[in-house]
């Protein structure tokens, strides 16, 4: 995170979130993002590098009992997949959940 005066930025690779504006850059162009999208990919790159079950992104993420059977999950990781370009570094891992790859740059400080 990269702080600016009473603000901060986070950046992962061509991803640049300024969290006060509540604001998602890809490569500069501004990206519009469901609140339970920012608040999903905020959570991912909390735990980069870790394997995240889907329970406990439910419960994390959404506030919901962890055994809920549901689809939001990999729906929402589906749709930050798209706007966000991250097909590579978004990892599905099958049977648990999701992990988010760390870069070499890691996240910029």
Not at 59 to 80: F, M, N, Q, Y
């Amino acid at each position: 995170m990269r702080e600016h005066g009473d603000s901060y930025e986070i950046t992962y690779g061509a991803i640049r979130i300024e969290p006060t504006a509540h604001t998602v850059l890809v490569q500069g162009v501004p990206v519009h993002l469901a609140q339970m999208e920012y608040r999903l990919l905020i959570y991912l790159l909390q735990h980069i590098g870790e394997t995240l079950a889907r329970q406990d992104i439910l419960s994390e993420v959404w506030g919901t009992p962890a055994t809920l059977k549901t689809r939001t999950v990999d729906i929402h990781v589906c749709t930050i997949r798209k706007k966000l370009l991250l097909d590579k570094d978004l990892e599905t891992i099958m049977g648990v959940g999701y992990r988010l790859r760390a870069r070499r740059e890691g996240l910029k400080s």
